[in-house]
């Protein structure tokens, strides 16, 4: 089935993440202090990694676009000149508490999550060979599982580095997600891991490149790969957790046609 870029794609973006984990992401990447937000600085990101999912044609929850005017809102606020008052008193009025204390919680909860999920996997999912191995053994906890937005980082950087139009684009040479899952299974059916950028290399337009980023989203949801980095904000890797003889009819399961 030929892709419509025009149609947006029926990805569930809460199924990865949500606009709270969006918040933490940028957070961490620009090294800001949750206790006190740069908020003009993490709109403006925000806002970018939204322009971004909306050029993948993702149909964005109303929850990101509630954070986002959220965000507009506690920016306008913080633009209004302060009383002379007290420093308690002007923390008490702080625009961003509210927003600070929810992703204090969330974080807490997502920490607290992360470590049942790692207990019963310890000792699994360790590389036997090739030149990843090194990597990995060098840290003492092992890979760091990749969140959503740290993936559309690395993808975005690839992305702004391709053409945005192809004149001599031809329409039945277009993919879709489908059919990129099976070149992709194909292309890895003997390989233990792979880095996340090599799966890009010769999708030289915009199109190829955003239906093989949906590809693995879709196989990710779908758990055919795990997603990690030997080190926080390094090199990301694809790990295949597929046989390709177990997997009869994956058109079927994919939801990005």
């Not at 090599?198 to 190829?208: I, M, N």
């Amino acid at each position: 089935m030929s892709m419509d870029l025009h149609h947006p794609y029926k990805v569930d973006l809460e199924v990865f993440e949500g606009p709270l984990d969006l918040l933490l992401h940028l957070i961490k990447k620009h090294d800001v202090d949750i206790m006190n937000i740069n908020i003009a600085l993490i709109l403006d990101q925000y806002m970018q990694y939204l322009n971004l999912m909306e050029e993948l044609n993702i149909d964005l929850a109303g929850d990101f676009l509630l954070m986002a005017s959220e965000l507009a809102h506690i920016k306008s606020k913080m633009l209004l000149p302060h009383s002379d008052e007290g420093e308690a008193e002007e923390d008490e009025a702080d625009p961003r508490n509210d927003l600070i204390q929810r992703l204090l919680e969330y974080q807490r909860f997502k920490e607290a999550a992360q470590n049942l999920i790692e207990r019963p996997m310890l000792g699994r999912d360790v590389f036997n060979h090739g030149v990843v191995q090194e990597v990995f053994e060098d840290e003492e906890e092992g890979p760091v599982e990749v969140d959503l937005f740290s993936l559309i980082s690395c993808f975005y950087e690839l992305l702004e580095k391709a053409p945005r139009r192809t004149v001599h684009e031809v329409q039945a040479e277009r993919i879709s997600v489908s059919d990129r899952i099976y070149e992709i299974m194909a292309a890895l059916k003997d390989v233990e891991v792979v880095e996340f950028t090599s799966l890009f290399e010769g999708q030289v337009t915009r199109d190829r490149l955003i239906v093989t980023f949906l590809a693995i989203l879709e196989m990710t949801r779908l758990k055919m790969l795990r997603i990690t980095q030997a080190e926080v904000k390094g090199q990301i890797y694809l790990k295949p957790r597929f046989e390709a003889a177990e997997v009869t009819d994956i058109a079927g399961q994919v939801t990005l046609q």
